[in-house]
């Protein structure tokens, strides 16, 4: 049997059709619709294999369009909209039977010197300190329901919450909409940075929108409202691996209009921040 990580590198290892077109599996999951994390770390491979992979990719702006259907293979078209002496644009498409559910824009900039600053990653405890996510799991609910504990078998990234889990209403009275989890691959993703960029992409999708609902709803239990992911953007800023730790800093300034908008933070375990990342999503409330 295949390890998580090692799933997560073959979901991520696209088939090229034609020079601009790639099909990417989607696992039949138990899920109302494709992981939003998938369709962008799928486009973003599109996209870098058809540069000259000497440019990493610095940005990336995404729309969610349409849910897509686990167990059905997407294909990706990629449009080379600029090749410039420093920078390389991408526009990626993504289509499952015959409807465009996604589309991506990436740029890809030729590392060059300058100055630098960052503000300061907040003090927290190391990942070393904090319990696994199933871990932290079981100890509330003893034995975890079957669709958990296949989730825990299957999670190709080992979290750990900053601060203990929030199960009751009274628990999150006067909570701040903030969250902050330690991440890694849980095994080697080899070499090939693009591989991280996009492990990365898959993660950054993982649960950033929770920082919306942490004032509103215990985040684990019966959910009281449907979410869904609308756009997507990141700022990569230095060159960084998935198998080794990294701080996901999540926060939410607004949520209105049945809308939330999240901000994030990765940085590294020196405090260096690698990746900035913002994203809007629907809330609605169950049953509307």
Same mark, same amino acid.
């Given at each position: 049997?295949?390890?998580?990580?090692?799933?997560?590198?073959?979901?991520?290892?696209?088939?090229?059709?034609?020079?601009?077109?790639?099909?990417?599996?989607?696992?039949? *999951?138990? &899920?109302? $619709?494709?992981?939003?994390? #998938?369709?962008?770390?799928?486009?973003? %491979?599109?996209?870098? =294999?058809? !540069?000259?992979?000497?440019?990493?990719?610095?940005?990336?702006?995404?729309?969610?369009?349409?849910?897509?259907?686990?167990?059905?293979?997407?294909?990706?078209?990629?449009?080379?909209?600029?090749?410039?002496?420093?920078?390389?644009?991408?526009?990626?498409?993504?289509?499952?039977?015959?409807?465009?559910?996604?589309?991506?824009?990436?740029?890809?900039?030729?590392?060059?010197?300058?100055?630098?600053?960052?503000?300061?990653?907040?003090?927290?405890?190391?990942?070393?300190?904090?319990?696994?996510?199933?871990?932290?799991?079981?100890?509330?609910?003893?034995?975890?329901? *079957?669709? &958990?504990? $296949?989730?825990?078998?299957? #999670?190709?990234?080992?979290?750990?919450? %900053?601060?203990?889990? =929030?199960? !009751?209403?009274?628990?999150?009275?006067?909570?701040?909409?903030?969250?902050?989890?330690?991440?890694?691959?849980?095994?080697?993703?080899?070499?090939?940075?693009?591989?991280?960029?996009?492990?990365?992409?898959?993660?950054?999708?993982?649960?950033?929108?929770?920082?919306?609902?942490?004032?509103?709803?215990?985040?684990?239990?019966?959910?009281?409202?449907?979410?869904?992911?609308?756009?997507?953007?990141?700022?990569?800023?230095?060159?960084?691996?998935?198998?080794?730790?990294?701080?996901?800093?999540?926060?939410?300034?607004?949520?209105?209009?049945?809308?939330?908008?999240?901000?994030?933070?990765?940085?590294?375990?020196?405090?260096?921040?690698?990746?900035?990342?913002?994203?809007?999503?629907?809330?609605?409330?169950?049953?509307?």
């Amino acid at each position: 049997m295949t390890s998580p990580a090692e799933r997560l590198v073959d979901l991520l290892d696209l088939e090229r059709i034609e020079e601009n077109i790639f099909r990417g599996r989607s696992p039949q *999951e138990r &899920l109302q $619709r494709v992981f939003g994390g #998938q369709v962008a770390g799928q486009a973003l %491979v599109a996209a870098g =294999r058809t !540069t000259d992979g000497q440019r990493p990719v610095h940005s990336l702006h995404a729309y969610f369009l349409r849910p897509g259907r686990p167990g059905v293979p997407i294909v990706y078209q990629v449009e080379r909209v600029r090749d410039g002496r420093s920078f390389t644009t991408r526009r990626v498409v993504a289509v499952q039977e015959g409807r465009t559910i996604f589309n991506l824009t990436a740029s890809f900039h030729l590392p060059e010197p300058g100055f630098e600053h960052q503000l300061p990653m907040a003090e927290v405890p190391g990942p070393d300190e904090l319990p696994k996510l199933p871990d932290e799991l079981r100890t509330h609910l003893g034995t975890l329901p *079957e669709p &958990l504990e $296949r989730m825990a078998r299957r #999670q190709p990234f080992d979290i750990r919450y %900053v601060e203990r889990l =929030r199960w !009751t209403p009274e628990e999150i009275e006067g909570a701040e909409p903030r969250s902050a989890v330690w991440m890694r691959a849980v095994g080697p993703l080899g070499d090939d940075p693009l591989v991280h960029t996009c492990a990365v992409t898959y993660a950054s999708d993982m649960m950033l929108l929770d920082a919306v609902r942490v004032p509103v709803e215990p985040l684990w239990g019966p959910r009281g409202f449907d979410m869904a992911s609308l756009d997507h953007a990141m700022w990569f800023h230095r060159p960084f691996r998935a198998d080794e730790w990294f701080l996901y800093q999540q926060e939410s300034p607004i949520a209105t209009g049945a809308r939330g908008l999240a901000r994030g933070q990765i940085y590294d375990r020196e405090g260096r921040l690698l990746v900035s990342v913002m994203q809007e999503g629907l809330f609605r409330k169950v049953g509307n």
